[in-house]
């Protein structure tokens, strides 16, 4: 597509509850990121894909939050049993870049699923 | 651990006018720095970036100056135009850092018309 689709916009989830967003990154983009962006803050890495390949795990806060790209596109970031601490919003940006970079690695952001957590 | 610092959270300046965005940063294993500016309710939108080997780079409007020594970027924006009005983040990469890009907290932008 034109552009990084993720969806839904906007999440509201009970405490407890399991929740998946999914992204959809520019089409022949090798490398996928999700970060984390919470109130007044900059985006935070979660974690990173080469086309399937999960290659960077560190940044998620915790083994409730689970990252997907099945078959090297779109790709899926769930998180189990949701507290109120995972409020935030959760930002899907993909690149062409693989391997060594030879200059700035740019990312394409999509505009963001915003996640409260009640 | 902040690697990447922005310690001003809000900026305002008078149209026509020039903006300084400033950003300081501990890593010295950075070889690219980015700006990246974020309007309400999008994404944030690549706007220019520098290489570790350079001091300055330029793209019209917008010019970013790279101290090395100090550890310090900014970005200067001139003239400033409403439409400028955002969060610009700093942010930075590492090849040895693998692809992970660290952000800066962001600075807001205000230009008065």
């Known amino acids: 597509g034109a552009g990084v689709s993720q969806s839904p916009r906007y999440k509201v989830a009970k405490r407890g509850q399991d929740v998946a967003l999914r992204c959809d990154p520019i089409?022949?983009?090798?490398?996928l990121f999700w970060y984390q962006q919470a109130l007044g803050q900059g985006p935070e890495f979660l974690t990173y894909?080469?086309?399937?390949?999960?290659?960077?795990k560190s940044g998620l806060p915790s083994d409730r939050f689970f990252a997907e790209r099945p078959e090297g596109s779109v790709s899926t970031l769930k998180i189990q049993r949701t507290q109120q601490e995972d409020s935030a919003v959760y930002l899907c940006?993909?690149?062409?870049?693989?391997?060594?970079?030879?200059?700035?690695?740019?990312?394409?952001f999509g505009a963001g699923s915003r996640l409260t957590v009640l | 651990d902040q690697q990447v610092k922005q310690n001003s959270p809000s900026l305002s300046v008078q149209e026509g006018r020039i903006s300084i965005l400033n950003c300081d940063y501990t890593?010295?294993?950075?070889?690219?720095f980015l700006w990246y500016k974020k309007y309400p309710a999008e994404g944030p939108t690549f706007l220019i970036s520098?290489?570790?080997?350079?001091d300055k780079n330029e793209d019209g409007r917008f010019t970013v100056f790279l101290n090395k020594s100090a550890k310090h970027l900014s970005l200067h924006i001139v003239p400033s135009q409403p439409g400028d009005s955002a969060v610009y983040f700093c942010?930075?990469?590492?090849?040895?850092?693998?692809?992970?890009?660290?952000f800066g907290a962001g600075t807001r932008l205000f230009v008065k018309a």
């Open positions: 940006a993909s690149s062409p870049t693989q391997g060594l970079f030879t200059g700035a690695n740019v990312l394409t």
């Open positions: 089409s022949g983009h090798v490398s």
């Open positions: 894909f080469q086309n399937e390949a999960q290659l960077d």
């Open positions: 890593n010295s294993m950075f070889d690219y």
């Open positions: 520098i290489s570790s080997i350079k």
């Open positions: 942010a930075a990469s590492s090849v040895t850092g693998g692809f992970k890009t660290i």
